[in-house]
């Protein structure tokens, strides 16, 4: 049973350090499950031990990655197999066609086995996912796998849903892939020790993916995760509100009510800060090397916009639009957004990279009535002006205007100011904040919004 | 409470609720730890009918707080029933106000509230807090308090311990973020949509007449509409309503005529109808 405890005390370590926040009594609880439950039957263990060590919903892939390196399917590779290319693509079309989990499992395995080893030298990792689906390629599948499903079904009336099939074919494929990756992992922490491949090779929880390396999949995971987000911050900022608004005894009041307990002030009565809610203006690069960033941080504005009095959004690569009706309520779609950006605002002039000097002077020329003394500004952008001149006026005249100005950066902070990046310069005239990750941005939106 | 997983899983089924191997897990769990269960998830997933079915198959009464924006402790704990108080101080007008008073806080003037009900019963009891999420964070202050200890103090009674445990369950639709505090108080379930497996048994279950091709047919639109992205995605007790008026209709096979016809029985947004019906190749509504 200490060999359980000690897998217990590495799945919650790893977990902790893709910042789950597991306490000792988690674990405590995690170790009753183990007992209550047994190991015989591993999908049990799994789920009771995601029922005690986590809290919400957001890490739960992350969970079911780690889980399957600490309490894995099985030790080595599949026995004698039939290592073939084309004899596992049959399998796996047959698989496929059936919707056999157990099945696809299995031949994840013995395609890994047999067609994703690598490097013998003790260095290299040894296997390798993106080989295994690289020489199987079971995305070519498709055809055949719908052809084998419309014979079964008889003949082509199988009726309506007929029409849904290659997307659920898709789907099917699209669960191989991760069995692969799975077991890819699985076997290459065989050789390099359970503990570093869960820390280095378990993708993070899409909130703390880098906005400037993340990929298609992981941006629409994160556009997934704007309702939720923005939710968990319309709480925060009113509990702010709250705060802020309790603040100060209004003397007059309190004296001119305690006028009915004969002049003993009772009841001290409460300033009430008047609602007017803040306004808050949006000037985003949405060029290509930003765009992921600046996408996800308009979403989560609109998803916002009934904390704010009024909130106007404005994107930019050279050239300067307001988008403020593109991201509309009924039209937020938001996988569409920077499609729709695209082809209905006027954004790049002759040439397609960014210029922040000349789209910063155009928005204070002709929107620079949009700011006042109670709108706060954010700038989204990596400050990369393609060695054009920055346009510092422009923002000392935004600054003056405004009641504050941020600027978010995607860079790490360390790269600000290297190459053409005009953050140093920037970062001295408004507040300049790191903000790579969605979690990051998150604490900045709680803490800064004007409430 | 349960002897195993399996136990779980076949009560439940026999009252009508059909458990993935996740809620099987994590109800029997909360009953061997003695922890109460905090389960999230979309509506109509069965969190509410997950707590009603529990109560039933371990024969214990179910007490129920809902929760609603201002929900508070006159709600939620217990609150002395100021009319009868009233009577009974002017019905006694020649003792001492001490005799008075030490009478009209008694028992006999309490209004227990679901959770002192929950903690002072001496019968097997599933206290199902629904919807936590609509609730001040200030009543999470409170079931912090009553759920870390199960006793509740009435000043004018003394405390009251459980001497019993109730069997806890806390239902979230994520409207508001849950404290850290009270999540840590408990065993976390998600309930998400069902595999298509368990929702193609959750119908044949509670839509029997609705032949076996065509509950295959329904379970596989609905889950195709549960990829788009829809302002309110379907639930079971959409597929449910949608079984339903079909059976109702008579209907054999699902065509396009009669999906174009009854999406609205799955779908709550015109524009989320119009949106699914180009994805499906319906022709224009
Ligand atoms: N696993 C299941 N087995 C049997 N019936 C189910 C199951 N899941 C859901 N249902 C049915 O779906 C309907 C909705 O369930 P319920 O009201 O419990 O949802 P809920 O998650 O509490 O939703 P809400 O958040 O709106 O309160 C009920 O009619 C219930 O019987
Ligand atoms: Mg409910």
New interface residues.
């Given amino acids: 049973m200490t060999a359980v405890a000690d897998r217990i005390t590495g799945l919650a370590a790893a977990l902790r350090a893709h910042g789950v926040r597991i306490g000792t009594g988690e674990t405590v609880d995690a170790a009753r499950a183990v007992e209550a439950l047994g190991l015989a039957d591993r999908e049990l263990l799994r789920e009771g031990l995601a029922a005690t060590l986590l809290h919400g919903p957001g890490q739960r892939a992350l969970f079911d990655a780690v889980f399957d390196l600490y309490f894995p399917r099985g030790i080595g590779g599949p026995e004698d197999a039939p290592r073939d290319r084309e004899t596992l693509r049959d399998r796996l079309a047959e698989a496929l066609a059936a919707d056999d989990r157990a099945l696809m499992a299995r031949l994840a395995a013995e395609a890994v086995d047999g067609l994703g080893g690598y490097g013998s030298s003790p260095a290299s990792d040894g296997w390798s996912a993106y080989q295994t689906l690289d020489r199987l390629r079971p995305q070519t599948l498709l055809a055949r796998v719908r052809a084998d499903i419309r014979g079964r079904a008889g003949g082509p009336g199988a009726g309506f849903a007929d029409r849904l099939l290659d997307d659920e074919i898709r789907h099917r494929i699209e669960e191989f892939r991760r069995l692969v990756g799975a077991e890819a992992r699985r076997r290459v922490a065989e050789r390099r020790g359970r503990d570093e491949i869960a820390r280095r090779a378990v993708r993070p929880t899409a909130d703390r993916v880098d906005f400037l390396i993340a990929d298609r999949d992981q941006l629409t995971e994160l556009r997934r995760a704007v309702q939720p987000l923005a939710r968990k911050l319309a709480t925060r900022l009113a509990a702010r509100r709250r705060r802020a608004a309790r603040g100060t005894i209004d003397l007059r009041r309190t004296l001119r009510s305690s006028l009915s307990t004969g002049g003993v002030p009772m009841r001290p009565v409460l300033r009430r800060r008047r609602p007017v809610r803040p306004e808050l203006v949006l000037l985003c690069d949405v060029s290509g090397s930003v765009s992921g960033f600046s996408d996800f941080t308009m979403l989560l504005v609109q998803a916002l916009h009934d904390q704010f009095g009024k909130v106007r959004v404005f994107a930019f690569v050279n050239r300067l639009d307001e988008v403020t009706g593109l991201l509309g309520h009924g039209r937020a779609d938001p996988d569409g957004l920077s499609a729709r950006i695209r082809a209905e605002a006027v954004l790049t002039g002759w040439h397609g990279s960014s210029d922040y000097g000349v789209a910063l002077g155009e928005f204070t020329e002709r929107y620079g009535a949009a700011v006042g003394p109670r709108t706060t500004v954010f700038v989204l952008g990596d400050a990369r002006t393609n060695m054009s001149d920055p346009n510092l006026p422009a923002v000392r005249e935004l600054a003056r205007r405004a009641r504050r100005v941020h600027w978010l950066n995607p860079e790490p902070r360390d790269r600000w100011g290297t190459g053409d990046s005009a953050a140093p310069a920037y970062a001295e005239l408004v507040r300049m904040h790191e903000c790579r990750t969605a979690r990051q941005l998150s604490a900045l939106v709680a803490g800064l919004l004007p409430v | 409470m349960f002897t195993s ?1 399996d136990d779980v899983s076949a009560r439940l089924a026999g009252t009508g609720y059909l458990a993935s ?2 809620v099987a ?2 109800v ?2 909360a009953a ?2 003695g ?1 109460p269960l905090l389960v ?1 998830g979309p509506a109509g997933v069965g969190k509410t009918e997950l707590a009603k079915a529990v109560a039933q198959v371990t024969a214990a009464r179910l007490v129920r707080l809902q929760c609603y924006e201002g929900v508070d402790e006159s709600r939620a704990l217990y609150e002395w029933n100021h009319a009868k108080q009233l009577l009974r101080i002017s019905a006694g007008r020649d003792e001492s106000w001490d005799e008075t008073r030490t009478d009209i806080f008694s028992e006999e003037f309490l209004l227990p509230r679901p959770l002192l009900t929950a903690i002072r019963g001496e019968e097997p009891t599933v206290l199902l807090i629904d919807e936590t999420d609509k609730a001040d ?1 200030e009543m999470e202050g409170l079931l912090l308090e009553v759920l870390s200890d199960f006793q509740i103090t009435v000043p004018e009674l003394g405390t009251v311990t459980a001497t019993r445990r109730p069997f806890v369950v806390l239902t979230s639709n ?4 849950l404290s ?1 505090a009270l ?2 108080r408990c ?4 309930i ?1 949509f069902p595999e298509e497996e368990l929702e193609r048994r959750i119908v044949r279950l509670k839509v029997p007449g609705l032949g076996e ?1 065509l509950t ?2 329904v379970v ?2 609905v ?2 509409l549960r ?1 788009m ?1 829809l302002r309110k995605l379907p639930s079971v007790a959409e597929t449910l309503d949608w079984a339903r008026t079909l059976l109702a209709l008579g209907a054999d ?4 005529n ?2 174009r016809d009854t999406l609205g029985v799955i779908l709550k947004h015109q ?1 989320d109808i119009q ?1 699914a019906a180009a994805k ?2 319906l022709d224009a509504l």
């Fill in positions: 997983v191997p996740a897990t994590t029997f769990l061997r730890l922890k999230e964070v994520a409207g508001r973020e850290e999540r840590r065993l976390f379930l998600h998400g091709a295959a047919s596989r639109v889950g195709a990829a992205d096979t699902l065509d396009e009669l999906v524009d949106k499906l190749d």
